[in-house]
């Protein structure tokens, strides 16, 4: 920040904007990088400089940057109607036919769709259909959700709430909602020395079968999780993990409510994460790639039998009391028909898948043996590599963080948009990237890797 000039963009970025996520000192000493525009996988910044998206903006732009046909959707749809919401009967054609595809492309025992503005509300709104359902069917005591260490569901008070990781509930007061969290299904960090991933599904089910008993099933009201866990640190479940955890939901009448704000679309390599894992949900919560984040969305999908008790139960009291002034926008709902049009259309989830093996192959081979990668993760267009101090004894830096940072700062000097989560190093990129881009992409990791590793002796 020391050379920008006083009246430039990165100067009055820093005098005027508070950051979402970001340590805000150390922004008034370095300044942002100021994003200009976009092409496919690419992003630039006003000062000329490219860089591969390696994070698909947040884990969301799956059909890339610059996509003209998802501008013209929005154009077309603001020249003829260009808001309408959906409180008191009111409705818009974009809103209704996306609801009815993603009924159609979601689980079968979804049947009804509520939109909001973002995965936070969208997650706010499934654990109050849920506790509005509870007590249309006289469960009243049953209200706490049951979350996983290292989640993470947004950061409304609720959604944060069932967030499991300390920054984000750290002096803002939370949890404030009803929750317990338990063990976060990450094999290589929670599992015994030895123990199987079955064997160590087998335990988180008990754990969790342990934790409805001794609270009382009757005031647990749903488990909620993301079938791969992405912002946490990018941690696929262990073998057998949500066959385990869906049979403990079932007998003690928790409702299972999946988290797909990353995984929807085609992440995986699958439509959706319930496919990849093969999960029945009660509520399913979309948003990110549902428009490629383009516009605003998320979407919460609830069962009939949870419709059911909602409208007989807002039939008795006169109106179901919840909604957003820009819930169901007919803009954003228009450039979310588009975008599902365009992954349809050029096979993207074919491509995340394909290109996710090579993906995942690549980073393998390319880091899975550095003495400071304890781990190399992923499934499809989703991979994490974590660093390590101690490979053999899986010993985290002190502090941790510090080299995360130090690879995300020279991944930017190398040209590449990765995420540090602590030491552990994500990728998320758009759909549409192919096996040549992801190794551009990997080579220019590899550099910043270098560099930022240069000189540190591994134990
Ligand atoms: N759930 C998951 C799994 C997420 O990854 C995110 C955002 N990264 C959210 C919810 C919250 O979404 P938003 O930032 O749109 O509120």
Redesign the pocket.
């Known amino acids: 920040m020391s050379n920008a000039l006083p009246n430039s963009m990165q100067a009055r970025d820093v005098e005027y904007l508070l950051h979402a996520v970001t340590n805000a000192r150390r922004h008034e000493e370095r300044g942002p990088i100021v994003i200009e525009r976009g092409q496919g996988i690419r992003v630039f910044d006003d000062e000329g400089r490219e860089y591969i998206e390696g994070m698909a903006g ?2 969301s732009v799956a059909v890339g940057f610059g996509e003209k046909r998802l501008a013209d959707a929005a154009y077309r749809q603001l020249q003829k109607l260009p808001y309408y919401h959906s409180f008191s009967h009111k409705s818009n054609e974009p809103a209704i036919l996306l609801a009815e595809r993603l009924v159609g492309m979601t689980p079968e025992r979804l049947r009804k769709v509520f939109f909001t503005n ?4 969208a ?1 706010d709104t499934a654990i109050k259909l849920v506790w509005y359902f509870n007590n249309a069917r006289g469960h009243h005591a049953k209200k706490t959700f049951i979350a996983r260490q290292g989640a ?4 409304t008070i609720a ?1 944060g709430s069932l967030t499991g990781l300390p920054t984000n509930h750290r002096d803002f007061d939370l949890p404030i909602i009803p929750v317990k969290h338990v063990t976060c299904p990450h094999h290589y960090r929670y599992a015994d020395p030895g123990e199987s991933e079955e064997a160590f599904s087998t335990r988180l089910a008990d754990e969790l079968e342990a934790t409805i008993l001794e609270a009382g099933p009757e005031t647990i009201a749903a488990f909620i999780g ?1 079938p791969l866990m ?2 946490g640190g990018v941690m696929p479940p262990p073998e057998g993990y949500w066959q385990k955890i869906q049979a403990v939901c079932h007998k003690y009448d928790v409702l299972l409510v999946i ?1 797909e ?2 995984n929807g679309f085609g992440r995986l390599g699958t439509p959706f994460g319930c496919n990849y894992y093969g999960i029945d949900p009660d509520v399913l ?1 979309l ?1 990110k790639q549902i428009t490629s984040s383009y516009q605003p969305l ?1 979407a919460v999908l609830i069962s009939d039998e949870i419709y059911q008790g909602i409208a007989d139960n807002s039939a008795k009291i006169g109106t179901l009391g919840h909604g957003f002034t820009a819930g169901a926008h007919p803009v954003a709902c228009a450039v979310a028909n588009e975008n599902l049009d365009i992954i349809e259309e050029r096979g993207l989830v074919e491509n995340a898948r394909v290109v996710g093996e090579h993906l995942q192959r690549e980073l393998r081979r390319r880091f899975a043996d550095h003495p400071l990668v304890g781990e190399v993760r992923g499934v499809g267009l989703i991979a994490a590599i974590e660093l390590v101090a101690d490979k053999a004894a899986k010993r985290r830096f002190d502090p941790v963080g510090k080299l995360g940072l130090a690879v995300f700062d020279a991944a930017h000097e190398q040209g590449v948009i990765i995420r540090a989560i602590g030491d552990q190093i994500a990728f998320c990129p758009p759909l549409i990237i192919t096996e040549k881009e992801v190794d551009e992409m990997l080579d220019r990791f590899a550099r910043a890797f270098d560099q930022a590793t240069a000189g540190l002796n591994p134990a």
């Open positions: 947040l884990w973002s995965g936070s509300e997650n993470y569901h947004g950061i959604s993301e992405g912002a988290d704000v990353i919560v948003s998320a």
